[in-house]
């Protein structure tokens, strides 16, 4: 009920919105949403009714369907059920057809840098969709900027979070989606997920030092 009512609410704005399951990989579930053409004159006192029509499209493989908010919001109902299930309600970054940022981490040490670029038309940035993955250093000149605040910002991750006191994850990732650029036309970032549970780190067994020294620290502490 909390969810209906407060994407009835969101989805009126007029905004394009992001509905996102806290659960799966490759883009499932995760939907990009907007009123459908000529919709907007069904809201009625900042709501949108249940039988307003939304246009669809899925990050899994960037399909798009049609269904009404009630319809909608039915179907979403698979990804609240058993343990753990959630949905995030947030607001759509249009610069996520330049790609997004993965940076992964084992610690506190970033290790790799991945570029993932949509096929064009698309708004996925999953290897499933067919975006081109492109790597690079921690370090490259091209995500200066967004490393230094990244580290900078670090420390504080944890309490943020409410788990001040916790050790960061072992085996994590950070995704960053481009945001408005400043006045000064520089590039913004905002994160889009972290991610310990399904990172993508397959087979770097040259990785294998910097685990142990992480999981190390982190049993000495």
């Known amino acids: 009920e909390q969810l209906v009512a407060g994407f009835a609410k969101t989805m009126a704005t007029g905004d394009i919105r992001v509905l996102k399951q806290n659960r799966g990989s490759q ?14 004159s069904k809201i009625v006192d900042g709501v949108c009714p ?6 669809l499209q899925e990050a899994v493989d960037n399909h798009k369907e049609q269904k009404t908010l009630g319809e909608f919001m039915t179907f979403c109902q698979q990804y609240l059920d058993g343990e753990g299930g ?7 970054l249009p610069r996520i057809v330049e790609g997004e940022v993965r940076v ?6 970033p290790v790799e ?4 670029k949509p096929v064009a038309g698309g708004i996925s940035a999953t290897m499933k969709s067919g975006a081109k993955y492109v790597k690079y250093t921690p370090d490259d000149a091209k995500f200066g900027d967004l490393m230094k605040k990244f580290k900078d910002d670090l420390p504080q991750l944890m309490k943020v979070l409410d788990l001040e006191g916790q050790p960061l994850p ?3 990732t950070a995704d960053f989606i481009l945001g408005p650029k400043t006045a000064g036309g520089q590039d913004t970032f905002f994160v889009g997920e972290f991610n310990c549970s399904c990172v993508g780190i397959k087979k770097q067994l040259n990785r294998a030092s ?3 020294e992480a999981a190390i620290a982190v049993c000495s502490v």
């Open 27 to 40: 883009g499932e579930g995760i939907w990009v949403c907007r009123l459908a053409e000529g919709e907007e």
């Open 50 to 55: 249940e039988d307003i029509l939304l246009d």
């Open 86 to 92: 959630q949905l995030v309600d947030q607001k759509f």
């Open 104 to 109: 992964f981490m084992i610690g506190d040490k």
């Open 113 to 116: 840098l991945v570029h993932k």
């Open 170 to 172: 072992l085996i994590w």
């Open 210 to 212: 910097d685990v142990a």
